[in-house]
Structure formats: structure tokens, C-alpha cells
């Protein structure tokens, strides 16, 4: 008899954003005159630059002719791409052998499969509120997770605390939910805390195109010491709206062992098995993301977001509520106004402004009292939202 995993059995049922989506429909069907703005979701809205179509249209063209056809392709992505991601991270100042890059189909993807090569005895650390990925793959494999409260008093950038031994570190900067960014110093600390205890930090550096502030890190390997204690993850999702065409990429440096063996060769080793690469068209529209006119094109997608996020934090200074984020992420993460729980402020925001968020209790425990809005709307959306924000929550209302 074939047994399951019965791990799966102690994953919580993630209900945030199907809970969100009742809510928000059966407010449509109590008011279809409403016109109900979202700015829930995290995922972009801007079309795929000019320089990528142009790039995988010619992929495609490749694949039509005899002498430029492609099969099956390295696993691990076509050196012009890893040499692409190369040259990117030389201008955050981080040196990378182009195979200490690996390709893949996505951020989420590795996140989940990275785990294949650690025991399921490491103990593993999270931040709360949390990416709720992390906590799940983990439940999967049954591995303990410890979780490190992220608040208001330490601006939802916790420290590590030398008094919890932990195996697997996850740090995401700049984050998701809270847009909270890590500065050096502070990642020097978790870097030394992992150095201290051999663990592992998985870095995931999904939205470090968001940062503009040159002092701010965009990679963890501007800390020195993370190539001995790192993996970066990173993807085309946000940098360059690849989140429905698929691209990411992880970085596993060969000076990163444990228990003396490699983890890039363990990882080159899972990867060469379990998985056969990204396409060859996704792969030519990802490269030409970093040529120079694809990195001016993301640009404007990039400031086109950060634009609507100064929009949401220029409301919300104006209402005096605290928030983090917003200024190198596009997300903003704010205390609800009057006290409220976050579900109850959904409803309230939902009811009042036709607008809606994503409370920050689903994200976990510590999210309580919080919500969290997007930048990847519209400019006009949402300016009409933070006017109707401001006209409900305001105090002179
Ligand atoms: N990491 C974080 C923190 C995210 O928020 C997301 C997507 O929302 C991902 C990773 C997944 O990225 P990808 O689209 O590359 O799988």
C-alpha cells in the first residue's frame, strides 16, 4: 500500500486570498454599481517591454530554422543568459563564475525545491509576517520552524537573537508583505550570526530591483563572508513582468559547503535530475532584459509602480498612519487606521472606499493590526482609490 506524506496533513489551509476573493465578490454582488479597485494583489500589470518581445519573437524565429533549432538545453540556462546575470550582479559590485548561476522557471520554484538538499533535521528560521512559501515547503518536509517577530518597534526588520540556534535562515529584502529593506549593517549581522552557527541563509531578492538607494543591498553578496553562508534567489517576475512568462534564476556560490561537501554541486546534481531547463524563447527574452535598452525599458515599468507607491505612502503620511515599504518595494504595509484588526479594516476599506487590500494577519501572527496595499495597479486606479482612502479614513471626515 502506497503511503502519503503525511506532512501535508499539517499544512494550514491557506485561506487569505480565497477568503479575500469571497469577500470582494460577494461585496459586488451585494453593489454591482460599485466600481471596486484591488490593490491586493502582487502581481504586475505592465506589459513586457519592447526590447523582450522583440527578443522572443526572434527566439521563436530560431526555433523554426534547421540551423538554429534548439532541444533540450543545459539545465542549468544557456551561458548567454548566465552570462547576462553575470555581468548584472558585476554592477552591484558582486564577482559570480557564470556557474554559480542557475537558471530556472522561477523564484517560488527554487525556493521549494532548494529544500531537496538540506536534511530535514535543520532547523529552520522565518520571519513573521511572512512569504507564506517558506513555512509551506518546509511543513511539507516536516522540518521545525522557529519564527522571529517582525513589528513596528524594530521597523519589521528583525535581528538575528544569538539565544535561537537555527539551521536554515530565510531572509527576503526587500520584503514581502512588509516592503521593509534590510540595510548593510544589518545584513552584516545575519551574516555573521550564519557564519557563527554554519547555518544557511536563503536570501530571496525577488523585488531588489525596487531598490534605488545605491547604500541599500540588492544582493546579499555585497555583505562579506555571505558567499560562504548564501543562497540568493531572484527572478524576472517583478524586475521585468516575466510572472506570467517565467524566468528566475538562484545563485549557489562554490565557496558555500557543509558537512565538507558543495552545495553548488548538490544543487547542479538536483537540478541536472529533476529538472530540463527553461525554454529557449523565455531565455532570449529574459537576456534581453539587461541590454542596455532593455534595462532603460524595465526602468520605466519599475518607476511607472513606484509612482502609484508614492501615491499610497503621500495618503498615508497625510493621515499621519505608520507604515513601512513603499519607497524601494512596491509594497506598503501600514498600521489600520483606529485601532482595527486587519480583517475588520478589509471590510471597513472595502465598505467605505470600494477599494480592496490584503490583511496582514494572513501573512501571520505578527501581521495583526496591519494591511498591506500594492503598487501594481494603474496610476489612475489608484489615485482614485487614495482619494476615496483619504475621504473615508480622514480625520477631518
Ligand atoms: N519571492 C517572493 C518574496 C515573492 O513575493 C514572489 C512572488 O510573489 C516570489 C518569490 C515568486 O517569484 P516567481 O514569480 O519568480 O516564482
Given at each position: 500500500?502506497?503511503?502519503?506524506?503525511?506532512?501535508?496533513?499539517?499544512?494550514?489551509?491557506?485561506?487569505?486570498?480565497?477568503?479575500?476573493?469571497?469577500?470582494?465578490?460577494?461585496?459586488?454582488?451585494?453593489?454591482?454599481?460599485?466600481?471596486?479597485?484591488?490593490?491586493?494583489?502582487?502581481?504586475?500589470?505592465?506589459?513586457?517591454?519592447?526590447?523582450?518581445?522583440?527578443?522572443?519573437?526572434?527566439?521563436?524565429?530560431?526555433?523554426?530554422?534547421?540551423?538554429?533549432?534548439?532541444?533540450?538545453?543545459?539545465?542549468?540556462?544557456?551561458?548567454?543568459?548566465?552570462?547576462?546575470?553575470?555581468?548584472?550582479?558585476?554592477?552591484?559590485?558582486?564577482?559570480?563564475?557564470?556557474?554559480?548561476?542557475?537558471?530556472?522557471?522561477?523564484?517560488?520554484?527554487?525556493?521549494?525545491?532548494?529544500?531537496?538538499?538540506?536534511?530535514?533535521?535543520?532547523?529552520?528560521?522565518?520571519?513573521?509576517?511572512?512569504?507564506?512559501?517558506?513555512?509551506d515547503t518546509n511543513t511539507m518536509d516536516g522540518r521545525e520552524i522557529v519564527y522571529l517577530e517582525a513589528n513596528e518597534a524594530?521597523?519589521?526588520?528583525?535581528?538575528p537573537d544569538d539565544s535561537i540556534k537555527a539551521d536554515l535562515i530565510y531572509i527576503c529584502s526587500p520584503n514581502n508583505p512588509?516592503?521593509?529593506?534590510?540595510?548593510?549593517?544589518?545584513?552584516?549581522?545575519?551574516?555573521?550570526?550564519?557564519?557563527?552557527?554554519?547555518?544557511?541563509?536563503?536570501?530571496?531578492?525577488?523585488?531588489?530591483?525596487?531598490?534605488?538607494?545605491?547604500?541599500?543591498?540588492?544582493?546579499?553578496?555585497?555583505?562579506?563572508?555571505?558567499?560562504?553562508?548564501?543562497?540568493?534567489?531572484?527572478?524576472?517576475?517583478?524586475?521585468?513582468?516575466?510572472?506570467?512568462?517565467?524566468?528566475?534564476?538562484?545563485?549557489?556560490?562554490?565557496?558555500?559547503?557543509?558537512?565538507?561537501?558543495s552545495l553548488n554541486k548538490f544543487w547542479l546534481r538536483r537540478q541536472t535530475t529533476k529538472f530540463n531547463g527553461v525554454s529557449?524563447?523565455?531565455?532570449?527574452?529574459?537576456?534581453?532584459?539587461?541590454?542596455?535598452?532593455?534595462?532603460?525599458?524595465?526602468?520605466?515599468?519599475?518607476?511607472?509602480?513606484?509612482?502609484?507607491?508614492?501615491?499610497?505612502?503621500?495618503?498615508?503620511?497625510?493621515?499621519?498612519?505608520?507604515?513601512?515599504?513603499?519607497?524601494?518595494?512596491?509594497?506598503?504595509?501600514?498600521?489600520?487606521?483606529?485601532?482595527?484588526?486587519?480583517?475588520?479594516?478589509?471590510?471597513?476599506?472595502?465598505?467605505?472606499?470600494?477599494?480592496?487590500?490584503?490583511?496582514?494577519?494572513?501573512?501571520?501572527?505578527?501581521?495583526?493590526?496591519?494591511?498591506?496595499?500594492?503598487?501594481?495597479?494603474?496610476?489612475?486606479?489608484?489615485?482614485?482609490?487614495?482619494?476615496?482612502?483619504?475621504?473615508?479614513?480622514?480625520?477631518?471626515?
Amino acid at each position: 500500500m502506497a503511503h502519503i506524506n503525511s506532512n501535508y496533513l499539517n499544512i494550514k489551509e491557506s485561506y487569505l486570498f480565497s477568503e479575500v476573493a469571497k469577500r470582494a465578490a460577494a461585496f459586488k454582488a451585494a453593489h454591482p454599481e460599485a466600481d471596486v479597485i484591488r490593490l491586493g494583489i502582487g502581481d504586475v500589470t505592465r506589459p513586457l517591454c519592447p526590447k523582450v518581445i522583440e527578443a522572443l519573437h526572434s527566439g521563436v524565429d530560431d526555433m523554426g530554422k534547421a540551423e538554429s533549432f534548439k532541444g533540450y538545453g543545459p539545465e542549468q540556462g544557456y551561458d548567454f543568459l548566465k552570462n547576462s546575470l553575470k555581468d548584472y550582479y558585476a554592477l552591484k559590485g558582486v564577482e559570480l563564475d557564470k556557474d554559480e548561476i542557475f537558471v530556472s522557471d522561477g523564484a517560488k520554484s527554487d525556493l521549494g525545491n532548494i529544500l531537496d538538499i538540506f536534511s530535514k533535521d535543520n532547523v529552520v528560521l522565518v520571519p513573521d509576517p511572512v512569504y507564506p512559501v517558506y513555512v509551506d515547503t518546509n511543513t511539507m518536509d516536516g522540518r521545525e520552524i522557529v519564527y522571529l517577530e517582525a513589528n513596528e518597534a524594530n521597523g519589521f526588520l528583525p535581528l538575528p537573537d544569538d539565544s535561537i540556534k537555527a539551521d536554515l535562515i530565510y531572509i527576503c529584502s526587500p520584503n514581502n508583505p512588509t516592503g521593509a529593506v534590510y540595510n548593510k549593517e544589518q545584513l552584516t549581522q545575519w551574516v555573521n550570526y550564519a557564519l557563527k552557527n554554519n547555518s544557511v541563509i536563503l536570501f530571496d531578492a525577488a523585488y531588489e530591483c525596487f531598490v534605488s538607494d545605491p547604500s541599500l543591498p540588492r544582493s546579499i553578496y555585497e555583505i562579506e563572508g555571505a558567499k560562504t553562508c548564501a543562497i540568493e534567489f531572484c527572478s524576472f517576475s517583478k524586475t521585468a513582468g516575466f510572472t506570467g512568462t517565467r524566468c528566475g534564476y538562484t545563485v549557489v556560490p562554490f565557496a558555500l559547503e557543509r558537512d565538507g561537501c558543495s552545495l553548488n554541486k548538490f544543487w547542479l546534481r538536483r537540478q541536472t535530475t529533476k529538472f530540463n531547463g527553461v525554454s529557449y524563447i523565455v531565455q532570449k527574452g529574459a537576456a534581453a532584459v539587461f541590454t542596455p535598452d532593455g534595462i532603460e525599458q524595465i526602468k520605466e515599468n519599475i518607476d511607472y509602480y513606484k509612482q502609484n507607491a508614492k501615491t499610497i505612502t503621500d495618503t498615508l503620511d497625510r493621515l499621519g498612519i505608520w507604515y513601512c515599504g513603499g519607497k524601494h518595494s512596491p509594497y506598503i504595509w501600514f498600521r489600520c487606521p483606529d485601532n482595527m484588526g486587519s480583517w475588520e479594516f478589509f471590510d471597513a476599506l472595502l465598505e467605505r472606499a470600494n477599494v480592496v487590500g490584503t490583511p496582514g494577519e494572513g501573512f501571520g501572527e505578527c501581521g495583526k493590526g496591519f494591511f498591506r496595499l500594492t503598487s501594481f495597479s494603474t496610476h489612475e486606479n489608484t489615485q482614485e482609490a487614495m482619494r476615496r482612502f483619504e475621504k473615508a479614513f480622514g480625520k477631518n471626515d
